[in-house]
């Protein structure tokens, strides 16, 4: 066992340029994958356009890597708390204060993605700095190097970088990146293994380095008493001579073949994702690619295709199955030079993998190697962890590295079409850069924490607006309600519409300090428009609620009649200051001669005025919406459903009980957008949990629109809930409400619609409909009920159309868990993280 320290690269670091002891320099930078996860596959092949690009452009030696780190817990609290005055929230600070041991004990990772590209070499003066270093532990100090060397490398990578495009957002790593990586390599998978720098300024932009010195022990020899040859355990033990408590056990793999009849994409080419979700164990995986241009692919096929001639020619006497392999190997290249003819701007890839994966443990190590190899033959993809060449492909995950044996011994060629199927570049993650944290992405494998940035979406100019869809039971209104309080938490406020019988939003509202309830049947404020409504729009959303209530068309003569009264002039002459007096002024003008119109008008306004105090008692005081929660109780208000709503005959013969329901529906919708959508500098969420009254009557959608369209700018969204999307879900809706939430549905074509609007193909992922029938929260056991660890399950599709699968985790202080049940008289259980998380 021997000390190595020449398997570090590095002579000298300048920014993201790095100079290697054999005079090579490299520029790396931070890659932002592209979201793949659950997109059609029209989304995915443009995500592999992407790649060829990528591919085609890359100098020869480049090297991508993909690096699996644990995240900082720090740096999730901190993206909880952007953007958010903690000393005005003094309820979100203890929110926050009371995640720090939940996402401490989930353990979240995450997976870092860098590519490192040639850009030149530094000639001969390297070589002193080189023989330099490599009697020192530290790297020489760049600042030496001349600024105009060092421009010229930059320019170059410039230059590559423009022709690669700028979809992956290359971002030049700092110098302190590569003491960072050597270190991870160093304790892969061990408890020594360093946190993910995942938050801007986390390594500092030094412009040296000190790299540890390690021992690397191939075939771990040091464990036995008795000399075992290397080449007879492919494992490598790493230990660090300051850390030799925590050595790290480590084995290369690389594929030995792939299927020879190809790999099918999107579905069968992307063999990365199978790295993901292997538990105990940290898995990174490296790619070093050489590429050749068509016109010499074509050039060297044609030499080779003369030299199998000439043995063909030597053979045609002999009958043997020598002949047929010549003859099978003709046909072969014939229909590789005949890709390269047809397909303009293919090039050709030669292409390295290594897969490292590294625990603290030789057996969890040998375990997992084996789990990845039983993996990889469901996918005829056969895996090698090559004895004696270990330490050779563990070097090649190091940037800068020299190029050794190893790496052309299990090298593969293909068209780079056929590369750019491995889409190498791309995540599952779902969410936002920053915000609360709501729950876990399940597709990934690494638990790392869902962010939803409700409150600084409009600063990005997105909308915040959401919508969540689910069977009863599923989820929906604990999901709603998580999503108000962390609303009020942060600042903002909200009203919501509690259409159950036992009032959960009413027993929500009471652990909310000056919280205000309302019941529509039994009212202490008004929704009289024309008192709630400054007077230049009170006219208007009196008409609007009005009308239909009354079942008048705006030309009918009753309905003419109406919109003449509270047109400003109509205002102001009769002095209308509330619908009593709307009343009032109608029957009075009904007995001028020759004038049915208002007579008509009294009669029907007659009929409601002593049903429905909350819009003709006078002396209510009328709703403001300044309170931080206000929860509007509709449980006693009759309302039509979707079919109602949607089915003309039907809708024409509403009762007029259906019809005020819906017309006090939508004036609290309509308070909510004169409330919320105003520049008063407080974030502003109306929820409602009956969506088709929002989306399937004019005066809703108008309400749903002016809030996903508007509410990013004045700091306003809207929540819906729905059980059908399909018939709910139209409109402004589904097109511009981008956060949508799937939970539990059983019902099949219940399953389809909500995949459907999610973004789903059911077609080209028809598995995916079984997942959500079967597989989402699943109730088990004789009383059917979902256990706690499964609860919160869902799909999910983010403001970047990115669509994924989570869970959700529910407020972490214990008090606001027991707040958000659904039903009061329960016992209040919070939802709880996976099987080896704390809520």
């Excluded at 991870?184 to 540890?212: E, I, M, N, W, Y």
């Excluded at 020759?594 to 005081?621: E, K, M, S």
């Excluded at 520049?679 to 969420?685: I, K, P, T, V």
Aim: hydrophobic share 40%.
């Amino acid at each position: 066992m021997a000390f190595r320290r020449d398997l570090q690269p590095t002579a000298a670091i300048r920014g993201n340029l790095q100079f290697t002891t054999a005079g090579l320099v490299t520029a790396t930078y931070f890659v932002n994958p592209l979201g793949y996860g659950l997109r059609r596959a029209s989304d995915k092949h443009d995500v592999k356009l992407v790649h060829h690009s990528l591919i085609n452009n890359l100098p020869s030696g480049s090297l991508l890597l993909g690096i699996q780190a644990k995240l900082n817990t720090l740096d999730v609290l901190n993206k909880m708390v952007e953007g958010v005055d903690l000393d005005e929230c003094e309820d979100y600070a203890n929110e926050v204060v009371a995640s720090y041991e939940r996402v401490r004990a989930i353990m979240p990772q995450t997976r870092i993605y860098l590519l490192s590209i040639p850009v030149g070499s530094s000639g001969q003066g390297m070589s002193a700095l080189s023989r330099v270093w490599r009697g020192s532990t530290a790297t020489i100090d760049a600042t030496a190097l001349a600024r105009a060397e060092l421009e010229v490398f930059d320019e170059k990578a410039k230059e590559i970088l423009s022709q690669i495009g700028s979809e992956f957002e290359p971002t030049p790593v700092p110098a302190s990146l590569f003491q960072w990586l050597w270190e991870h390599h160093l304790s892969r998978g061990s408890s020594g293994d360093p946190v993910a720098p995942t938050q801007a300024g986390a390594l500092d932009d030094a412009t040296a380095a000190v790299f540890r010195s390690a021992a690397l022990d191939e075939g771990a020899q040091a464990d036995s008493n008795r000399r075992v040859r290397p080449s007879f355990a492919p494992v490598i033990k790493v230990v660090q001579t300051d850390f030799a408590y925590r050595p790290s056990y480590q084995t290369m793999l690389t594929p030995n073949s792939f299927p020879y009849g190809g790999m099918n994409f999107p579905g069968g080419s992307e063999f990365l994702n199978v790295l993901e979700s292997m538990d105990d164990v940290t898995v990174d995986w490296g790619i070093r690619v050489s590429t050749r241009t068509a016109e010499q692919v074509l050039k060297g096929n044609e030499l080779n295709l003369r030299r199998l001639g000439e043995q063909m020619d030597q053979r045609d006497q002999e009958i043997s199955f020598a002949q047929n392999t010549l003859a099978a190997k003709a046909r072969l290249l014939s229909e590789y030079n005949n890709h390269f003819e047809v397909n303009n701007g293919e090039s050709e890839v030669s292409f390295t993998t290594v897969i490292a994966i590294g625990s603290s443990s030789r057996e969890t190590t040998l375990d997992a190697v084996n789990t990845l190899k039983r993996r990889y033959r469901r996918f005829k993809i056969e895996l090698t962890a090559p004895v004696g060449a270990q330490v050779d492909l563990w070097s090649m995950l190091i940037p800068g590295s020299e190029a050794r044996r190893a790496y052309d011994d299990f090298a593969h060629i293909v068209p780079s079409d056929m590369w750019a199927g491995f889409v190498p570049f791309t995540t599952s993650a779902i969410g936002d850069d920053s915000g609360p944290v709501i729950g876990l992405n399940l597709m990934s494998g690494h638990f790392e924490p869902i962010h939803f940035g409700i409150m600084e979406a409009a600063l990005h100019d997105l909308s915040a607006s959401f919508a969540v869809t689910g069977e009863l039971g599923s989820g929906k209104s604990y999901f709603l309600k998580l999503i108000a309080v962390l609303v009020h938490d942060m600042g903002g406020q909200f009203l919501a519409i509690d259409r159950s019988q036992v009032g959960e939003w009413e027993h929500f509202a009471r652990a909310i300090d000056n919280a205000v309830v309302i019941d529509l049947a039994e009212p202490k404020v008004s929704l009289d428009p024309l008192r709630l409504f400054d007077t230049r729009v009170a006219g208007e959303r009196a008409l609007d609620s009005i009308l239909p209530l009354l079942d008048l068309s705006p030309t009918s003569g009753a309905g003419a009649a109406a919109s003449s009264l509270l047109s400003s002039r109509g205002i102001a002459e009769h002095r209308i200051r509330s619908l009593l007096d709307l009343f009032e002024v109608a029957r009075r003008l009904r007995d001028q001669p020759g004038d049915h119109d208002y007579g008509d008008l009294a009669a029907r306004l007659g009929t409601i005025v002593d049903r429905v105090p909350v819009l003709f008692d006078p002396t209510l005081p009328p709703l403001h919406l300044d309170a931080a929660a206000t929860v509007v109780r509709s449980h006693k208000l009759a309302l039509p459903t979707a079919e109602e709503l949607t089915t003309p005959h039907l809708y024409h013969r509403l009762p007029l009980t259906k019809r005020l329901g819906t017309a006090l529906y939508e004036l609290v919708g309509i308070a909510a957008r004169e409330a919320f959508l105003t520049d008063n500098g407080r974030f502003g969420l109306l929820v409602g949990d009956e969506a088709h009254h929002f989306t399937q009557t004019t005066v809703g959608a108008a309400v749903t629109s002016d809030f996903s369209r508007d509410g990013r700018k004045h700091l306003a969204a809207i929540g819906l809930a729905s059980h059908d999307p399909a018939t709910d879900f139209q409109g402004a809706a589904h097109n511009l409400i981008p956060n949508r939430f799937v939970f539990r549905q059983r019902d099949e074509t219940l399953a389809r619609n909500s995949l459907e609007w999610l973004g789903v193909d059911t077609a080209e992922a028809e598995f995916l409909v079984q997942v959500l029938r079967e597989h989402t929260s699943p109730p088990v056991g004789p009383g059917r009920t979902v256990p706690e660890e499964r609860r919160g399950e869902m799909f999910m599709r983010d403001a970047l159309n990115r669509i994924g699968r989570g869970k959700v985790l529910g407020p972490a202080r214990p008090d606001r868990a027991a707040a958000i049940t659904s039903t009061p008289t329960s016992s209040a259980k919070a939802l709880r993280g996976p099987s080896r998380a704390l809520s």
